[in-house]
Nanobody
Framework: QVQLAESGGGLVQAGSSLQLSCVGS????????MGWFRRREREFIGAISW?????YYADFVKGRFSISRENSKSTVYLQMNDLKPEDTAVYYC?????????????WGPGTQVTVSS
C-alpha cells in the first residue's frame, strides 16, 4: 500500500490561490489513480489517472481547481484558485490501485485550508 502525505495548506484570503501537494511512498506511485477530497463527509473534489490523463472534477470546483501529477516525484497536486470561505476544510489525497480496481484504499492525514472573507 502506498503511504500518502499532504502539504501546502494554510490560511489565505478569499480570492487567493493555493497549491496542495501529496507525496506517495512505499509503493510504485504510477500504479495508482489519485484523488482529492475534503472533509465534508469526504466530499469528492476530483481525480487523475495513473498516467496523468483525463483528470475529472466535481461540478462545484470546475474552472477553479485543477489536478496534476508528476510520477517522477511521486507527487500529485491540487491547484486551487479563486478560493472562497466555503472552501475551508481539511483536504485529503487518496490512492486507488489502477490495476486491482476497488475503492480509495490509501489516505493521507490531511492538510487544513482556511479561507478568510
Amino acid at each position: 500500500q502506498v503511504q500518502l502525505a499532504e502539504s501546502g495548506g494554510g490560511l489565505v484570503q478569499a480570492g487567493s490561490s493555493l497549491q496542495l501537494s501529496c507525496v506517495g511512498s512505499g509503493a510504485t506511485f504510477s500504479n495508482y489513480n489519485m484523488g482529492w477530497f475534503r472533509r465534508r463527509e469526504r466530499e469528492f473534489i476530483g481525480a487523475i489517472s495513473w498516467s496523468g490523463n483525463n483528470p475529472y472534477y466535481a461540478d462545484f470546483v470546475k474552472g477553479r481547481f485543477s489536478i496534476s501529477r508528476e510520477n517522477s516525484k511521486s507527487t500529485v497536486y491540487l491547484q486551487m484558485n479563486d478560493l472562497k470561505p466555503e472552501d475551508t476544510a481539511v483536504y485529503y489525497c487518496a490512492a486507488q490501485s489502477s490495476t486491482a480496481g476497488g475503492g480509495w484504499s490509501s489516505w493521507g492525514p490531511g492538510t487544513q485550508v482556511t479561507v478568510s472573507s
